[in-house]
């Protein structure tokens, strides 16, 4: 017995084409480029090292390209392809580690180093992805550090003072006890004498 559909014309798109488009989609999709950035924002300090990490996957060999963006404009700062030697920019030469996955280690930053990091992995003409990491480099203050010690160089010294004066204090009231003994024995002594002769 047949199915029903069977030998009847159906509507819409036929079943063999649906089918050939959709492989055909998934083909397509399986060449592109993915890009995975665990962490779009960084916040460091100065003379800290920062790993800008990311992991793309490809079927073939891509390029890859890293972009710093600041205030000043647009500079590139290394491209590579994966097994290759990187081609570092001047000013990033002494500073920069590359790593097969797309990632790149900045050592010792700095202020400047603020910005945008854009990185592009680009397989062939038409196949790339491009992610953005934010980096933030503070500076260490020791102009706060400076004004701490001062505060607490001048808690001590009030603490001296205090302690000095509290010391002068004790030695007073001890001076003031012994008089005040002593000049009531000297009573008591005339008193006892008084009554002495008076007897």
Not at 98 to 105: A, L, P, R, V
Not at 114 to 136: A, D, K, N
Request: net charge neutral; hydrophobic share 40%.
């Amino acid at each position: 017995m047949r199915p029903p559909w069977c030998g009847r014309r159906t509507r819409g798109i036929p079943l063999g084409l649906l089918t050939l488009w959709v492989a055909t989609a998934r083909c397509l999709q399986s060449q592109g480029v993915s890009l995975y950035i665990p962490q779009p924002a960084i916040n460091a300090t100065v003379q800290d090292d920062i790993l800008l990490s990311v992991d793309y996957s490809c079927h073939g060999v891509p390029t890859i390209e890293w972009k710093y963006t600041s205030n000043w404009g647009v500079q590139k700062i290394v491209e590579w392809k994966a097994g290759t030697p990187a081609n570092v920019s001047q000013s990033h030469r002494d500073r920069l580690c590359t790593f097969d996955n797309g990632s790149i280690q900045l050592f010792s930053v700095g202020v400047r180093d603020s910005g945008y990091y854009v990185i592009t992995v680009t397989e062939r003409p038409g196949s790339s992805q491009s992610g953005t990491i934010v980096l933030h480099v503070s500076e260490i203050r020791y102009e706060d550090l400076h004004f701490v010690a001062v505060f607490f160089a001048l808690l001590a010294a009030v603490a001296v003072v205090l302690i000095s004066l509290m010391w002068v204090c004790n030695q007073c009231a001890y001076k003031f006890q012994r008089r005040r003994r002593y000049e009531l024995k000297e009573s008591t002594t005339e008193e006892i004498e008084m009554k002495d002769i008076e007897c």
